[in-house]
């Protein structure tokens, strides 16, 4: 038996959606609207199912196993270990840019997003009712009543709320936002419909010709209505053309306030984006007053060694979105300015970074926000990635800390923070270490952890690949994705990611959204596969013995991951990765 000794206060939910080997036919990235448009909109998705045949490299890039031996964590390939047994020899969707959220009220019920399949009939979803190790891919997703959605969804991301309600953003060319009470029910979806058509979650805006673009979802408390959600969307709106031509590319929010279905009467500009890159626009919400904070990137100048020079912006608002204005300043403020290489050349030759490189968290304990970026070396091209801490001020504003880095000379890229209930700061993100002997391009995801507010930050290798294909000569390829999601529930004990489907048995080469747990706290975790020298690998093959000592106060919580500790050790992320082995 392999004894697993857990060594934080924390609880890890990842989303990684890894690439796979298969046969050696590169797949095309794009269809013929993706070639011909050539501008910094992330839509429309890269959904290709990339894949190639296995070389010697797959089983060992780098000369090491490429899914280290990690004492706290629990991978289950969502594919394999699925209540239907046949589809881990039928599913060949993308399965890319996961996003993940776990039920407050009942932890073992978790929910995925991807690019798991398309509308015609109901798109699909991931969900897991027992925490962890069987997963159902169900096809209960309805296209919003009276909207032609065929090939979408596009971007799409949940998020549970309080009283079992989980709210859904789907792009299409508008943005139309939901909320469910089952997610296993199709009919159990709920939109704002008047006389036949569902109501738009941008609804004060029209849409240029290509639509707006990246929606990102979060629930959070109402700032005067302790015990009322508000669903809180935001996205691009490229008013005057995808390039943000004339330095006006609006970044937008809009409310839902404590509805089923969501009705979103308010959509307030939270700032005002630039030229020449994505904006990366993201939320993070503090749960203890309702705030809401709003970031993305302004590109003002040309950096050094043909780079772009970005102002990393942060707004926030108080009252639910009515308002965004931060230390007296309406369009927010610069947290950093640094350089960086987006969106081309594409990071690893074959992932153009159309989501950003930006991502923010609260911690939940006394309000104080992280930010994480793209800060590129002058010196050595590395594209690092930064922290700063962003305090409050004691006087209605916040004091911008100084400028940490969480990796060191790597060229890294799409980052996700999350802030454990005990204040360990998680950041997830890729690195790109090279061409492999076969010239197939080698990435690592990592999670830095910090127990000192992001001042230094310890290393962990969570999986190193191959990339599933090579650079295809299309600037709007993105084998990895846009963006990763970082989250941290009270209760959820949980991680997903995407990795090797190699010991999982699967018969050929995709993408597999693949769950990955890291329990970090007071408990012993000990897993057993007899002849097995990885006890964190899960598979419908394998068969585990399952013990948990706790050496914690809670000596009764046999579950899994302390998850009677009322929010104090759990924390969860999403990433992607997206690599399947055979």
């Not at 959070?220 to 691009?236: E, G, L, M």
């Not at 209605?396 to 005990?422: M, Y």
Request: net charge negative.
């Amino acid at each position: 038996m392999k004894r697993l000794t857990l060594i934080s206060l924390a609880l890890v939910v990842a989303s990684l959606v890894w690439l796979l080997k298969g046969s050696f036919v590169l797949v095309a990235t794009a269809n013929a609207q993706q070639q011909a448009q050539e501008s910094t909109r992330d839509a429309p998705p890269d959904t290709t199912p990339y894949s190639r045949p296995a070389v010697t490299g797959d089983f060992a890039p780098k000369g090491t196993r490429s899914i280290p031996l990690l004492p706290s964590v629990l991978i289950v390939d969502t594919v394999v270990n699925n209540t239907d047994p046949n589809i881990t020899n039928t599913d060949t969707f993308n399965d890319g840019e996961t996003s993940i959220t776990a039920n407050p009220a009942n932890p073992n019920e978790v929910v995925v997003t991807a690019f798991s399949g398309s509308w015609g009939a109901n798109a699909p979803l991931w969900q897991t009712t027992d925490g962890r190790n069987l997963w159902t891919k169900q096809f209960t997703i309805p296209a919003p009543p009276g909207i032609a959605a065929g090939g979408c969804p596009c971007d799409q991301a949940v998020d549970y709320g309080s009283a079992n309600q989980m709210s859904g953003t789907f792009l299409i060319s508008d943005i139309f936002s939901g909320t469910t009470t089952d997610p296993a029910s199709a009919a159990a979806w709920n939109w704002l419909v008047v006389n036949g058509i569902t109501q738009p979650t941008n609804f004060n805006i029209v849409p240029p010709p290509g639509g707006v673009d990246q929606p990102w979802l979060l629930v959070n408390v109402d700032p005067t209505i302790p015990a009322q959600d508000n669903v809180y969307t935001a996205y691009d709106d490229p008013t005057n053309g995808f390039n943000c031509v004339g330095d006006a590319c609006n970044e937008r929010v809009s409310a839902s306030y404590g509805v089923n279905p969501p009705n979103f009467t308010v959509d307030n500009q939270s700032g005002t984006a630039t030229r020449s890159i994505n904006p990366g626009h993201r939320l993070a919400v503090d749960p203890r007053n309702g705030f809401v904070y709003s970031l993305f990137q302004r590109n003002i100048a040309g950096g050094s060694g043909g780079s772009k020079n970005i102002d990393y912006m942060l707004n926030r608002s108080t009252d639910g979105g009515a308002t965004w204005t931060l230390n007296g300043m309406a369009g927010g403020i610069v947290v950093a300015n640094a350089d960086s290489t987006q969106p081309t050349p594409k990071f690893g030759t074959v992932n153009a970074l159309l989501g950003g490189v930006d991502h923010a968290a609260v911690d939940s304990t006394n309000g104080d926000v992280y930010y994480v970026y793209g800060n590129r070396d002058s010196g050595t091209g590395n594209n690092r990635l930064a922290i700063r801490r962003i305090q409050d001020n004691g006087g209605g504003g916040v004091t911008v800390g100084p400028e940490n880095f969480v990796t060191g000379q790597v060229q890294a890229a799409i980052p996700s923070v999350a802030v454990a209930s005990n204040g360990i700061v998680g950041v997830f993100y890729y690195s790109f270490d090279g061409l492999s002997p076969d010239g197939i391009p080698t990435f690592t995801a990592h999670l830095a952890q910090s127990s000192d507010q992001g001042v230094t930050f310890s290393d962990q290798v969570l999986l190193t690949f191959l990339s599933s294909a090579v650079d295809n000569g299309n600037n709007r390829q993105r084998v990895l994705g846009d963006y990763m999601q970082i989250r941290h529930w009270t209760h959820a004990s949980l991680v997903l990611s995407p990795r090797t489907a190699l010991p999982f048995g699967r018969p050929f080469a995709n993408h597999d959204p693949i769950f990955f747990r890291v329990c970090v706290g007071e408990a012993d975790l000990a897993i057993t596969k007899a002849d097995s020298p990885d006890p964190v690998i899960t598979g419908s093959d394998l068969t585990y013995t399952l013990t948990v000592t706790n050496n914690g106060p809670d000596a009764d919580d046999i579950s899994y991951c302390n998850r009677r500790s009322s929010g104090r050790n759990n924390f969860c992320l999403v990433l992607f990765d997206r690599r399947r082995s055979l």
